[in-house]
Nanobody
Framework: QLQLVESGGGLVQPGGSLRLSCTAS????????IGWFRQAPGKEREGVSC????????YYTDSVKGRFTISRDNAKNTVNLQMNSLKPEDTAVYSC?????????????????WGQGTQVTVSS
């Protein structure tokens, strides 16, 4: 079973940056399409971004386009989410998961288990 651990969350002022990491243990993360999701208090979980295996094609939800960047660090067996120009509405628990693919393109359909997530709070 895929086990992923999220890290890198914290408290940041509006306009600030954070870098989240999704780390795998016991398997090679590069073989899987990975997605980042977030859940704000009182809201449903939403897909934020995903990265495909192979060509590494990416997807971003509209609200984070131009501000967030998803990438792989194969040497560290991680998938990172660089978040810039953060807004209060980005406040949520962020989680990563393996995601399904369609014609080798990642989707925001999570498969497998969820980690505990990492809290991101954007506030002045």
């Amino acid at each position: 079973q895929l086990q992923l651990v999220e890290s890198g969350g914290g408290l940041v002022q509006p306009g600030g940056s954070l870098r989240l990491s999704c780390t795998a243990s016991g398997f090679t993360l590069d073989y899987y399409a990975i997605g980042w999701f977030r859940q704000a208090p009182g809201k449903e979980r939403e897909g934020v971004s995903c990265i495909s295996s192979g060509d590494g094609s990416t997807y971003y939800t509209d609200s984070v386009k131009g501000r967030f960047t998803i990438s792989r660090d194969n040497a560290k067996n991680t998938v990172n989410l660089q978040m810039n120009s953060l807004k209060p509405e980005d406040t949520a628990v962020y989680s990563c998961a393996a995601v399904a693919t369609v014609q080798d393109m990642c989707t925001m359909m999570a498969v497998g288990s969820w980690g505990q997530g990492t809290q991101v709070t954007v506030s002045s």
